[in-house]
């Protein structure tokens, strides 16, 4: 003989005010998460006023009903803080909606009801015995529009990783429920990072988000979206994360910046460098943000305009020396002879044929700081003894104190350098006429 069991109901201490922004849509959404949960298949239906949201799992037990309680979960699936058919329940008791259940050993009732404790209206719960044996059938009053509502809520995707959603620009999805909307991005995203999103899934932890996000987009290989990516005309969410390109999807990014910019291309750095640049036949990226810059440059090993200067200055900056005639060497000697005499240390010089990294075609000499070396042409020797002599010590004194032409502070070097020199080159005659003078 079977014991027939009473039906029971209890008393729930909680308030209809508890988490007082979730609609009925939220309630419908949190029921079909726990469905996808079981990873067991599910079904949901719409008929007469009611929403049947029925999986084949194992059920769940009384205490599951807790708040705080229930199943652990993984990574893949989206409960977790254990509360979610609670406040589904209480959701719909508060504005007064039929809302029940039924699962293995026990069928259950949630409603408003008032409290011969607290003097208020709380949550109830009532329960049935039963003899399903496998399974969670959940029914609630709401319209066919609320339920479709909360079915858009989630994507349908086979995978459990983590992935871009180009059809929902915008919206952010956790274990492939959508949370919220990120503001200024040019696709949606579905991520595992359930600490991206508060309880209520309404605050997104930003950090969080973009890290998401960033490992997303290390895995893309999809010419359209990174034609995207690169080709934007303004700057979005994808461009504030750094993306570490993974070596399997280079050479589709690769690909895509050739169709885009050809087999020449740099990064912009300067108006200088970038004009050069352009009249040697490259095509200058300008990236939208400093990620995006520092993607390009540390991960896919796209230069800089200053470092497509400088690989042509090592191919076009040799000793050129050799090539000079006789006339044009004594002139040299004599006029680093000088400037050495007055620096008192040897001069960091090379002969070249060409300064031609420089947009001043008339530039005769130049100070490269990071080579620590004075370049001139031979040009610059045919200007005779007087101008020679002059370039190399103004060059020196670029060197020696780092300011540029055209500066207070360099005209200030040069001035003490000019100084130094007439007060060297004349000190025997200065001291013999300061003698004179004092006598």
């Known amino acids: 003989m079977t014991e027939t069991i009473s039906k029971v109901k ?148 086979a995978t459990d990783e983590p992935f871009l959603v180009p059809d929902r ?73 750094i993306v570490h390109v993974s070596e399997l999807c280079k050479p589709a990014w690769y690909k895509v910046l050739a169709r885009l910019h050809g087999s020449k291309y740099c990064l912009f750095d300067t108006p200088e460098n970038a004009h050069q640049i352009i009249e040697w036949g490259y095509q200058v990226i300008t990236p939208i943000s400093w990620d995006q810059a520092y993607t390009l440059h540390s991960y896919l090993n796209v230069p800089y305009c200053a470092d497509v200067l400088s690989e042509r200055i090592k191919e076009d900056y040799v000793d050129y020396m050799p090539k000079l005639s006789p006339q044009q060497l004594r002139l040299y000697n004599i006029a680093v002879n000088i400037a050495t005499a007055y620096y008192e240390e040897p001069i960091n010089i090379m002969v070249v044929e060409k300064l031609s990294h420089l947009t001043d075609s008339d530039c005769l000499a130049h100070t490269d700081h990071e080579a620590n070396v004075i370049r001139i042409t031979p040009r610059l020797i045919d200007k005779g003894l007087k101008v020679l002599t002059g370039a190399i010590v103004h060059e020196q004194t670029h060197l020696l104190h780092g300011h540029n032409d055209a500066t207070r502070a360099f005209e200030h070097d040069l001035t003490s350098v000019i100084g130094d020199l007439i007060v060297k080159l004349n000190k025997h005659e200065l001291l013999q006429r300061s003698a004179q003078n004092n006598d």
């Not at 429920?177 to 930003?206: E, Q």
Request: include cysteine.
């Open 169 to 241: 620009p915008g919206q952010l999805f956790i274990n492939k429920v959508f949370v919220h909307s990120i503001d200024n991005a040019m696709y949606g995203y579905n991520i595992a990072d359930k600490n991206a999103a508060n309880r209520d899934r309404s605050i997104l932890n930003m950090e969080h988000v973009k890290k998401a996000i960033s490992r997303i987009w290390e895995k893309i290989d999809n010419a359209e979206y990174i034609e995207a990516y690169l080709s934007a005309g303004e700057q979005y969410i994808e461009h504030d994360v």
């Open 10 to 157: 209890t008393e729930y201490p909680i308030s209809s005010n508890y988490c007082a922004k979730w609609s009925v849509v939220e309630g419908i959404r949190e029921i079909i998460a726990n469905a996808m949960d079981t990873k067991q298949s599910y079904t949901i239906q719409w008929h007469d006023g009611y929403g049947y949201i029925e999986d084949t799992g194992r059920g769940f037990p009384k205490e599951c009903l807790i708040l705080g309680e229930g199943e652990e979960k993984n990574d893949t699936q989206i409960g977790q803080f254990r509360e979610g058919l609670k406040i589904a329940g209480l959701v719909f008791a508060r504005i007064g909606r039929s809302f029940s259940g039924s699962t293995v050993g026990y069928d259950f009732q949630f409603y408003m009801g008032a409290s011969a404790v607290f003097d208020c209206d709380v949550l109830f719960m009532e329960f049935d015995p039963n003899d399903r044996w496998a399974g969670t059938l959940i029914k609630f009053e709401c319209s066919e529009s609320e339920l479709d509502v909360a079915k858009s809520l989630f994507l349908t995707h």
